[in-house]
């Protein structure tokens, strides 16, 4: 029996969150249960009883112990196997930059981006046109969260410090959405946001996981279920 189950969705930025944060922690001993969100079984019965609010992602012990957000599961997962993920409790100071870290990922930059996504790169598999008004105003937030991120990273090589954490973690999975909807320059036209960019997307862990993600996105597409 595997440790865990993980329900979420492929191509959910969310779901790749946690799924990233296994990979670099090397887990493997967990079911990964694949939800259709387009047939809305996200908010089946079944699944409200995981998640009250019928999202995903949602992990579940076969204890009962269940938990939902992806950032929550990403930090229990990294305390509960020991993935060098977080910084020790000891060092207070470190411990605060992190959640510092984690705050302004959530706030200033997961909140515009995944705007974005959703108009520039959902809405189009929903049939429904951009609002361009939207993608607008969330771009600026974009472009102005990494100029700041640019002059920070003058100092220090990932979001938190000079370790990589679960912060970085955070923010691959929607950095990927902006590439894949023709906005990439937001990183490559800053030095050092592009620098920290290419530090966290080249590791080892991360690009396996990524290159077995287009296999078999490029599976699907030929045999289509």
Known sequence: MP?????????????DRVRLTLAEGGFTDYELVLLNLQKREQKSEENMKRHP?????????PDGF?????RAICKYLARKYSFPLLPPDSDVEAA?????????E????????????????AKKFMGLPPDDAVVSDALRSVEMFFDIAERLL????YMAGNDFTLTDIYYIPLIQRLFACGYGD???????????????????????????DREAAAAAMVHPL
């Open 106 to 121: 959530m706030l200033y930059f997961a909140e515009p981006a995944g705007r974005i996504a959703f108009e520039k790169f």
């Open 53 to 61: 609010w019928g999202k995903i992602p949602v992990i579940t012990f």
């Open 186 to 212: 937001v990183i490559l036209s800053r030095k050092a946001v592009s620098a920290w960019w290419d530090r966290c997307i080249n590791r080892p862990a991360i690009q396996k996981m990524l290159a077995a």
């Open 154 to 157: 003058q100092h220090k090589d």
């Open 66 to 70: 269940t938990l939902y957000e992806s």
């Open 3 to 15: 440790a865990f189950t993980l329900y979420g969705s492929r191509g959910s930025t969310n779901t």
């Open 96 to 104: 605060a930059l992190f959640d510092q870290a984690q705050s302004a």
